[in-house]
């Protein structure tokens, strides 16, 4: 598990799984996303995915709930992208929990995590150029954009993170 002043952050798992199909089911969150909003049986594809990859490599995607009430928030972690990228950040938030720092905190402490706990020595992170919401975040927590594509007419932004050695 993983604190922060108003967030706990524990890997996903099946006690989440009510709360990730509403979340990926919702435009408001994942039209945007890469492969866009999702049906039940994806999500709990997806769930299964990322219980597996945490098994594997020791971080993953993350369930974000308020402290003070343990209200489910979004999620924030680690994957594997599939065109080849590399370990990539993400994160998705419902919108009423946007706009508040939320997302930068639990970034921010995903990204600890992965270079501190999970020796991971480079991240990136994905985002639409007009996501600026998103690219204040990256920025925010200390990512920096490295170069940039365009998929289905839409120019994203590769953002990085690199892990400095030890002196």
């Not at 993400?90 to 992965?114: D, K, N, S, Y």
Request: glycine share 12%; aromatic share 8%; net charge positive.
């Amino acid at each position: 598990m993983l604190g922060t002043g108003r967030l706990l952050l524990c890997p996903v798992s099946g006690a989440d799984l009510a709360d990730l199909i509403a979340l990926k089911a919702d435009p408001r969150v994942f039209a945007v996303m890469q492969g866009g909003v999702r049906l039940a049986p994806r999500t709990m594809a997806e769930l299964a995915d990322d219980i597996a990859f945490w098994a594997r490599r020791g971080v993953g995607m993350w369930s974000a709930r308020l402290r003070a009430d343990r209200r489910f928030v979004g999620i924030a972690g680690v994957m594997e992208r599939a065109d080849g990228l590399g370990l990539a950040l993400r994160f998705a938030l419902w919108p009423e929990a946007r706009g508040q720092g939320l997302a930068r905190e639990a970034a921010g402490a995903v990204l600890r995590f992965a270079h501190e706990e999970a020796g991971i020595a480079r991240l990136i992170a994905v985002a639409r150029a007009d996501n600026f919401a998103s690219r204040m975040v990256l920025g925010g927590i200390g990512m920096r954009e490295v170069s940039h594509f365009v998929r289905d007419g839409t120019l994203l932004l590769v953002y990085q993170s690199d892990r400095l050695p030890f002196a």
